[in-house]
Structures are given as C-alpha cells and as structure tokens.
C-alpha cells in the first residue's frame, strides 16, 4: 500500500513538472507571437493612426489648445544652415541665452542645458505598439551624481529642435514628453518646447494627471516666458497633478510601469461596501504582484464611510 503511494506521489510530481514546463513553453511562445504582432516606430515617424491606440492604452489624453497670439518681441532669426545635427550645439546656446535665468522655486540647485541626442527615451509599450526615440536637450538640475540614467533623473524639462524647413511633430512631442515623464523624478511636472528658434513656438505639458495640452504661440519671447514659468514651477506642478480627486482616484490607479494593463476579473465591482474595498485590495495586490508596481490604498478609502459619496 505504501508502495503505491509513493508511486502516486513521484507521478504526481511528474505531472507537476511536466504542467510547469508546458506552461512555461507556453508562455514563451505567447511572448514570440506577441513580439511578431506589436507595430514598431521611432518616435519621430508616429502618425496619428499609430499614436493614438499607443497613448490611450497608457491612459494618455491631450489636446490642441488654440493659439496664443499674445504680441511679444519679434521673433529673432537662427539660421540652420549646414543641418540639424551641425546646428546643435548653437541652437542650444541661443536657446540657453534666451531663456535665460531660471530659478526654480523652493530649490537653490541651478540647471543645465544638455545635449541627450545620441541617448534613448524610455520605449513605450501598449495595445501591440512600441516607440522609442531620442529627444534633443534635457534641461536638468547640474552637478549631480547618478546611476545609468544620469542624463534623464533630474530633468524638468526637454527640448526638440526642428529646422526652419521641418515641422514640429504633434505626436513625436506627446510620446517623447510622455517617456521623459516615466523616467525623471519630476513625472507629469516637467515641460517640453518644441521650436526651430525662429517662427515655430509650441509648449507641450500636462495641465491634469495624464492629460496634454499643446500650446501654440505666435512670438517666441511668449512662450519662452510660458515656458520658463513651467520650468520654475515643477515642484508644485509635480504635487499638484499627484493629486487626484477621490472618484479618480478610486477608478483610475494609472501606473506609469511601461506595461500594458490587465484589468480582466476586476472591472464588475460588488456593490456591497466591504466586497468594494476588497476588491479594490485585491486590483493594488494584482498591479504589486505582476507589474512592479508599488499600489497602496489611502486611508480614506479603508474608512466604509468613504463609500458614501458614492451612493
């Protein structure tokens, strides 16, 4: 009789291994089928039609706010002869000239203009898109010591140069603000300019949590002054768009994981108060235990009282 159990024990055990290893095979075969399906394209060749699924299963928003014809100074003439990446080094001078002292409030560090074109944003992934690319300068807080993103930790604000004979690109200026917000310390705070130093002005930032608002202006002196208020600003942009309301931040939890999100099994909440809370528990141990992230409930939401405002 024992010997039988024992028998059945080691085939139980065989099963066991065998069903690890099917579904191991079985999930490195989804990973190749996934990789042969997912669209790739540079930052700077993203189209609408690519873009927009990209954006929106990161839980991305934006929009084109109408010009600002705001009269400023006239608009000074920077000459690209020779090409973009020979201009470089010049435009960011001029850039740093115009822009000049930026003092950011509540913090005595002074920053720097760097040139980041030969370094790579952080890829980003969803709905089967992929997209990577560069940006041209980073504008970050100096003299300090990091890890392998040293370029990127610091920044509170980026720059893209175009020609005077290129257009600025909506969507490259949504994705590369969108990466850039996934790496620095400073999130949704930071702010990009796209310009070409002469007639092309626009301003690129979130005005609310994961929503982009791209501001068009006539005279470059004004949106230097508008930009240049977002630099300075970060801190408090930075706590401002943590917040979130309470029904915002009951239904929304966006993580910025670089993952696309799988919300199957929790999108039919109880409506029983304390089935409720466990399900919301149960979403931020699925988020902790298989995308890395660090979801934890506030205190307010584990009070059934908080549930109220929702009846």
Not at 3 to 16: C, L
Not at 61 to 85: C, H, I, L, Q, Y
Not at 130 to 146: N, T, Y
Not at 215 to 227: D, M, P, S, W
């Amino acid at each position: 009789m024992k010997r039988d159990e024992k028998r059945d024990e080691e085939q139980r055990k065989r099963d066991e291994e065998q069903r690890k290893r099917d579904e191991a095979r079985d999930e490195e075969q989804r990973k190749r089928d996934e990789g042969l399906n997912t669209e790739k394209k540079s930052m700077s060749s993203a189209n609408c039609e690519f873009a927009t699924p990209l954006l929106h299963g990161l839980g991305i928003t934006w929009m084109r706010a109408p010009g600002n014809v705001e009269t400023g100074k006239k608009n000074s003439s920077f000459s690209w002869d020779g090409g973009e990446e020979e201009r470089t080094e010049n435009a960011i001078s001029t850039l740093a000239t115009c822009i000049g002292s930026v003092v950011v409030d509540q913090d005595s560090r002074k920053i720097e203009f760097q040139d980041v074109g030969n370094k790579n944003l952080l890829k980003l992934k969803a709905c089967r898109k992929e997209s990577s690319g560069q940006s041209d300068v980073a504008i970050r807080f100096k003299d300090l010591q990091h890890d392998d993103q040293a370029d990127f930790a610091f920044v509170i604000g980026i720059v893209e140069f175009k020609t005077d004979k290129a257009p600025l690109k909506f969507f490259q200026q949504l994705l590369e603000l969108v990466a850039m917000s996934r790496i620095s310390e400073y999130g949704q705070g930071l702010a990009l300019l796209g310009t070409d130093l002469n007639t092309k002005w626009e301003v690129v930032f979130f005005d609310k949590r994961d929503h982009i608002t791209v501001q068009a202006f006539e005279f470059g002196t004004v949106a230097i002054k508008f930009f240049r208020e977002k630099l300075q600003s970060v801190h408090a942009r930075v706590e401002d768009l943590s917040r979130l309301s309470p029904v915002a931040e009951m239904a929304g939890l966006h993580l910025s994981t670089g993952q696309e999100q799988d919300l199957r099994g929790f999108d039919q909440p109880n409506d029983d108060v304390q089935d409720t809370l466990q399900d919301l528990k149960a979403l931020a141990r699925h988020f902790n235990e298989n995308y890395n992230a660090n979801v934890t409930l506030p205190l307010w939401v584990q009070s059934p009282d908080a549930f109220g405002i929702y009846s």
